[in-house]
């Protein structure tokens, strides 16, 4: 008669590591479609700006940088899967980091004091903003010499 009452409490345990895995494929599916979204649109304003050539950023400096920040993701959008994921930690589950100019390098012509480490979805959305605020740009200096 002891074992019913252990074999139920047993069976919830079990079933609420079912809900949590559940939630977790959930936030998953979540973040691969963000990404496939993401990427489809980033191709698109590849095709339409070329960005500008610059020097590689060096190794050191980016390990220096990702130490700096915890190796967490900077998260500059609010919206960073993996802190959602993974607390912000870079871990092989979770990708690796990518070095990122915080102002457009295009902008600036500085690496120095002027890098932080992103996951690879915050950095694909932080490049989309500066493609997309380059190309408006663009935009608004062919108008000004038309006018």
């Known amino acids: 008669?002891?074992?019913?009452?252990?074999?139920?409490?047993?069976?919830l345990e079990l079933?609420?590591?079912?809900?949590r895995l559940e939630r977790r494929v959930r936030d998953m599916e979540d973040v691969v479609k963000q990404q496939s979204e993401a990427l489809k649109e980033s191709t698109k304003l590849l095709l339409k700006c070329k960005p500008v050539a610059r020097?590689?950023?060096p190794h050191d400096k980016k390990l220096i940088q990702g130490a700096e920040q915890g190796w967490r993701c900077a998260n500059p959008t609010g919206d960073c899967p993996q802190w959602l994921l993974f607390?912000?930690?870079?871990?092989?589950?979770g990708g690796l980091f990518e070095a990122d100019h915080c102002e457009s390098w295009s902008t600036s012509l500085r690496t120095s004091g002027n890098i932080q480490c992103l996951c690879s979805?915050?950095?694909n959305a932080k490049s989309r903003r500066d493609r997309i605020i380059a190309l408006e740009q663009q935009q608004e200096a062919a108008e000004a010499k038309e006018e």
Do not use: T, W, Y
């Open 15 to 19: 079933e609420i590591q079912v809900l």
């Open 1 to 11: 008669m002891e074992d019913a009452p252990q074999r139920s409490k047993r069976e």
């Open 87 to 93: 607390d912000g930690f870079f871990n092989a589950a």
């Open 121 to 123: 979805c915050c950095h």
């Open 55 to 57: 020097p590689p950023i």
